[in-house]
């Protein structure tokens, strides 16, 4: 089965098209093609990420990206037959709110036969509505056109599922986008299996009981991991995205022959006996420190983003290691873009020696947002709920959609 992966719901327009097959316990994914573009330079110059501009952005990326994805996966062939006023006009109704796309859709779309595909997956939240609107009203207009049924996928189901496309646990991850195509499933994970999600907006740890069924069992009271490694990144004057430039500078910290540390940073909630999670109080220890001190050189800047990273991962890893015991999980998954960080690796991986279970992280293709986890999820909705592909369902965005 063949499914167009959409993704819109931050700062990356991204689309993937992958050949599903297998069943829903033990998938195989074939990935056809894969493109996603970020917009961090346009955002950098702000710090952060900024809703209409990821709109403005999403709208003038997707036909460009569309067109490379269905040329990667062998898909683009030149229009038999003559497009329908009908359907332009019903096309007209659906991208009445993106007008910049609409041109680029009507221009594109109809010069193209309707490819091979069974299925189209979107993004339909969590994340910033204006962003998600683009991807859903692009994806029902696709799906018009193209007589395609359009499923509605939760973003953190997205990183959940990643791991599946994982060769083995938290294994070496290939770097070239070659490498990528021939990636199949790996091992996969044993049920139940806890999932902690570490993204820029979200940090929580979810139950999964089997494919399709998950239960928030902790999260963040305030600030997600990744915005506090973006907020400390800033005091530090380091660019945006801050996290790989902190995680970058503790690695040399680590690495460097005369280390010190000085400054002790709290560890918050680590023995509140639950399992949420609260940083922004961290984030406020790491100003008070920095106002304390007369200068910040580079060294003072190494030892801080050092202290701050390891005080994140010990709170992530023993809540983690709660929760694992609380729920007697066989296996534990961990997604979302803040694993791209080397330290926390590292930790999980002795976490999960120490617990002897299985670890599934996703390769670095898959860490950040992309459409190729929208798609994979979009295949195990299907395959649990096969009349999903039957049913016209009603499609908006959700900002705050929750795991369930
Ligand atoms: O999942 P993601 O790509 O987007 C969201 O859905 O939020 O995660 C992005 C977040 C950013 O906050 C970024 O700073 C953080 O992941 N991040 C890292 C690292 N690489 C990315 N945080 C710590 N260390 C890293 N190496
Ligand atoms: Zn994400």
């Not at 898909?75 to 332009?88: G, L, S």
Request: proline share 5%; hydrophobic share 40%.
């Amino acid at each position: 089965m063949k499914i167009l992966g959409i993704e819109t719901s931050c700062d990356e327009t991204a689309l993937s098209i992958i050949n599903a097959t297998g069943t829903g316990d033990m998938p195989r994914f074939d990935v056809l093609s894969y493109s996603v573009l970020s917009q961090i330079k346009i955002h950098k110059q702000y710090g952060g990420v900024f809703p209409q501009l990821a709109k403005r952005e999403h709208q003038k990326n997707l036909i460009p990206i569309l067109k490379k994805t269905l040329k990667e996966a062998g898909e683009e062939k030149a229009a038999k037959k003559h497009f329908k006023t009908n359907v332009a006009t019903k096309i007209m109704k659906i991208l009445e709110r993106e007008p910049e796309l609409l041109l680029h859709f009507l221009k594109y779309v109809p010069t193209i036969a309707r490819p091979k595909i069974d299925a189209i997956a979107v993004t339909s939240g969590p994340g910033l509505e204006p962003a998600l609107w683009v991807g859903i009203n692009f994806a029902k207009a696709l799906g018009e056109m193209w007589g395609i049924p359009v499923i509605p996928i939760n973003h953190m189901e997205g990183h959940i599922v990643s791991v599946l496309l994982s060769q083995k646990n938290g294994g070496e991850v290939p770097t070239s986008h070659q490498q990528v195509k021939r990636v199949e499933a790996g091992v996969y994970p044993k049920f139940p299996a806890l999932a902690l999600l570490v993204s820029g907006g979200h940090t929580e740890l979810a139950l999964v009981k089997k494919w399709g069924s998950y239960k928030i069992v902790g999260e963040t009271r305030d600030d997600a991991v990744g915005e506090a490694f973006d907020k400390v990144a800033r005091m530090l004057e380091l660019p945006y995205p801050g996290g790989p430039h902190i995680s970058g500078l503790s690695e040399a910290h680590r690495n460097a022959i005369e280390v010190s540390n000085v400054y002790k940073l709290p560890r918050p909630m680590i023995h509140s006996g639950n399992l949420d999670f609260s940083f922004a109080g961290l984030k406020t220890a790491v100003l008070y420190t920095l106002k304390k001190m007369k200068v910040v050189n580079a060294e003072a800047k190494q030892t801080i983003a050092r202290e701050f990273e390891e005080a994140i991962i010990e709170v992530l890893v023993s809540k983690t290691r709660k929760a694992i015991e609380t729920y007697k999980a066989k296996s534990l998954i961990v997604g979302g873009g803040v694993i791209a960080n080397t330290a926390l690796r590292r930790a999980f991986t002795h976490l999960a020696e120490e617990m002897e279970i299985s670890l599934h992280i996703p390769q670095a293709h898959v860490t950040t947002d992309n459409a190729l986890m929208i798609a994979m999820a979009g295949f195990m909705k299907i395959k649990n709920k096969p009349n999903i592909l039957k049913k016209k369902i009603s499609i908006k965005a959700e900002g705050k959609l929750r795991l369930s």
